[in-house]
C-alpha cells in the first residue's frame, strides 16, 4: 500500500529497540512512571520517578526498585492516606482484571507551592508475567487555571446577581419618580386651575383697554398651554422649544396671524416667520403641507 508520498510501504519493519534505547526512551519522559509486578513490587522507574524520590528526601542512589508500591500505600498515615488508599485499591483492580485502567488526580503540596497529579495504571500488553505501569504527570498548571476560571465564574456570577438587584432597585426608583412626577404635574394642574384660573376669569370682566385685554388672554392662554395635553406631548416627544417659539406656537395655534403675533410680542413680523419655520422644522413639517395651526390643534 502506498503512502502519501507514492512509496510503497509492504516492506517496512516495525521498529524494535534495545534495552539501552528503550531506557533512554523510558528516561526522556516527564512524567514519573514505574513498572511493578503482580505483587505491587516495583521491578524498574525512570527518571523522572527517582529525581521526584531525591527531591522528596530520599538518598541520591535510590530509585525505588525491590518496594512494594503497594504496601506503602497501604501503610500512608498523613494527610494523603485517603488518596493513597483510592491508588491502592485501583491498582489492585488493574491486576485482578477488574478494569483495565484506573486513573485518579491528587494534590502533593510541597514547601515550594502546590502542586497537583494525574496517575495512571494500565496493564502491560503482551505475553509473559503481568506488568503494571503506573505514572504521575503534574498537572498544576492546570489544575490552577481550572481554580481561576472557578474564581472568574463566581466573581461574574456575583457580579450578575448584583446588577440584577441593582436594576431592581432602579426600576423602583424609577417608578417612585414616574409617581411623584405624576402628582407633581397634577398639583400643578390642580394649583393653576384652582388658584390661577378664577382670578383671570374676574380679571376678563373687567373694562379693560384693548392693549391689556390682550395680554390677559395671552396669559390665560399660556397658562392653559401648560396644563393642556400639547405641551405634555412636546415634552414626551423630546422636543425642545425656546420660551419665544413656545409663545408663537400658543398664538398661533389661537388663530393670530404673524403680524399680530409680531405686535403682541413686540418683534419684528421677520422675526415671528423664522419661529415658524423653525417650528415646522421641529414638528417634522418642513416638507409637508401640513398647516402649522392645524397640527398644533391636532396636538392641544
Not at 436594576?167 to 388658584?195: F, H, P, Y
Amino acid at each position: 500500500m502506498p503512502d502519501t508520498n507514492g512509496q510503497s510501504k509492504e516492506h517496512e519493519t516495525p521498529l524494535c529497540y534495545s534495552s539501552e534505547e528503550a531506557r533512554t526512551v523510558l528516561d526522556s519522559l516527564s512524567a514519573h512512571i514505574a513498572i511493578m509486578d503482580e505483587y505491587g513490587v516495583i521491578l524498574d522507574t525512570n527518571q523522572a520517578w527517582r529525581d521526584f524520590a531525591v527531591k522528596g528526601g530520599m538518598p541520591k542512589d535510590y530509585d525505588a526498585i525491590g518496594d512494594n508500591y503497594l504496601a506503602i500505600c497501604d501503610a500512608s498515615d498523613g494527610e494523603d492516606r485517603a488518596d493513597a488508599r483510592s491508588v491502592a485499591a485501583g491498582i489492585r483492580e488493574v491486576i485482578d482484571g477488574g478494569v483495565d485502567e484506573y486513573i485518579h488526580d491528587y494534590p502533593c503540596h510541597s514547601t515550594d507551592g502546590p502542586h497537583w497529579y494525574y496517575m495512571r495504571a494500565v496493564r502491560m500488553s503482551g505475553e509473559g508475567p503481568l506488568r503494571v505501569v503506573v505514572s504521575h504527570e503534574e498537572i498544576t498548571a492546570l489544575k490552577l487555571s481550572e481554580e481561576a476560571l472557578r474564581k472568574s465564574e463566581a466573581q461574574l456570577t456575583k457580579q450578575k446577581v448584583e446588577l440584577e438587584e441593582s436594576n431592581i432597585a432602579l426600576r423602583v426608583l424609577l417608578k417612585q419618580r414616574e409617581g411623584d412626577k405624576s402628582d407633581l404635574e397634577q398639583k400643578v394642574i390642580t394649583n393653576v386651575k384652582e388658584m390661577v384660573l378664577p382670578y383671570l376669569e374676574k380679571l376678563k370682566r373687567v373694562n379693560l383697554k384693548p392693549k391689556d385685554k390682550t395680554v390677559v388672554d395671552i396669559i390665560d392662554s399660556h397658562l392653559n398651554d401648560i396644563i393642556s395635553p400639547m405641551m405634555q406631548k412636546l415634552a414626551n416627544a423630546s422636543i425642545i422649544l425656546t420660551p419665544q417659539e413656545i409663545q408663537v406656537a400658543s398664538l398661533v395655534k389661537d388663530g393670530k396671524a404673524s403680524k399680530e403675533i409680531a405686535s403682541i410680542l413686540n418683534v419684528s413680523e421677520t422675526t415671528v416667520h423664522f419661529h415658524r419655520k423653525n417650528l415646522r422644522k421641529k414638528f417634522g413639517l418642513s416638507n409637508s403641507q401640513t398647516n402649522l395651526r392645524s397640527y398644533l390643534i391636532s396636538i392641544s
